[in-house]
């Protein structure tokens, strides 16, 4: 995995509106089989060529929630980072990721409200130039006064 910002935390005292993390993955056979293992989605469109062939998108593709868990990654690990506690993610898939892939998942800090320590964050994954998924978050971030 390739990321612009080490592990770690950052206090909802030091977020900034505008704040960006990234990491990048390419999204391997492997990757699809294990979380098939793990969510048992095994839909035939992630894992059998000869059936994704003949399905609109002309071969296999990733589970939807691997791309999304990429996100995950960045808010779990870098923005805000350990101590986040998920409070919900609306997603929008707007485009395939087949094996093979590099994604970008990245995550923006759009609003902050400090008093109920809420952080709303921006999240978008794109294969080269084009949106994958797209959506936004709601995280509670960690906090000096708190943790």
Do not use: W
Not at 40 to 46: F, G
């Amino acid at each position: 995995m390739l990321d612009n910002a080490p592990r770690g935390t950052i206090c909802i005292e030091d977020l900034e509106v505008g704040m960006s993390r990234s990491l990048r993955k390419v999204v391997t056979d492997r990757d699809i089989e294990l979380f098939a293992e793990v969510s048992t989605d095994r839909n035939p469109v992630h894992l059998d060529d000869d059936y994704a062939k003949e399905t609109m998108f002309h071969g296999r593709i990733a589970h939807g929630m691997l791309t999304a868990g990429l996100i995950s990654a960045v808010i779990g690990e870098q923005l805000p980072g350990h101590g986040t506690v998920y409070l919900g993610q609306n997603l929008k898939f707007m485009a395939p990721v087949r094996p093979g892939d590099m994604v970008l998942a990245e995550v923006t800090v759009a609003d902050i409200d400090h008093s109920r320590r809420r952080v709303s964050l921006e999240t978008k994954c794109y294969v080269d130039d084009q949106i994958v998924l797209k959506g936004d978050a709601m995280v509670l971030a960690p906090s000096r006064k708190f943790d």
